[in-house]
């Protein structure tokens, strides 16, 4: 497999091993899924994605898949993550600094793609947007350190803030927030922090 379709070749395995890992959690073990019979949500959301997020997000060094998104013909893959922002300069400040990333293109007043310097790696892009901040998102980062207190500690001088959080027993992130007021956590990867090669 070439060097290009790899990443389209992970993205499908992890995605493939999320759902159905997913599917075994919902059915409280393992086999297929428990019936959803109530789409409510409920004062265990947030611990239960805590839990999910821990199962499927653990750090792992980067790995090389064979060729099954290729030979199945899809040109597909993430582009960009988006993250709402309600104050774009102070937003586009921090997440330079705090990933040394750069914008791909001149920033437009309320949108920017950021790319890593170092040129490998995800996009993230900002969007101004005008809800406010969800104090339980959906979806959040997960920013791999190598040194886990000395960049919760950088991250902070620049502006993030640590968000209040009951961490259960061998917990390996810790919870910030941007200057935005969007959780984030910063998890203690070890080698897995490496940039891909």
């Known amino acids: 497999m ?10 499908a395995l992890v995605s493939a091993v999320a759902v159905g890992r997913l599917r075994e959690l919902d059915a409280g073990g393992e086999g297929e899924a428990a019936a959803d019979d109530d789409d409510e949500p409920d004062d265990t959301d947030e611990q239960a ?9 653990r750090p792992h060094p980067p790995l090389v898949f064979g060729a099954a998104v290729a030979d199945a013909g899809r040109m597909i893959r ?14 586009l400040d921090f997440w330079t600094s705090a990933l040394d990333y750069r ?5 437009d007043a309320d949108w920017a793609i950021l790319a890593p310097v170092a040129g490998r790696g995800p996009q993230l892009a900002l969007k101004l947007v005008g809800s406010e901040t969800n104090p339980s998102p959906r979806h959040h980062l997960d920013l791999y350190a ?17 968000v209040e959080w009951e961490y259960e027993e061998g917990a390996d992130y810790i919870v910030l927030a941007d200057p935005d007021g969007n959780r984030f956590c910063v998890v203690d ?5 490496a940039p891909p090669e």
């Open 78 to 91: 993430i582009g960009s993550i988006v993250w709402g922002v309600r104050d774009f300069a102070p937003a």
């Open 2 to 11: 070439g060097a290009a379709s790899r990443p389209n070749a992970v993205a």
């Open 189 to 193: 990867a070890g080698e897995a922090a």
């Open 146 to 162: 190598a040194d886990q207190d000395a960049e919760v500690e950088r991250l902070i001088e620049l502006g993030a803030t640590r």
């Open 49 to 57: 994605f805590h839990e999910t997020h821990r199962t499927l997000c």
């Open 103 to 107: 914008p791909v293109r001149e920033p």
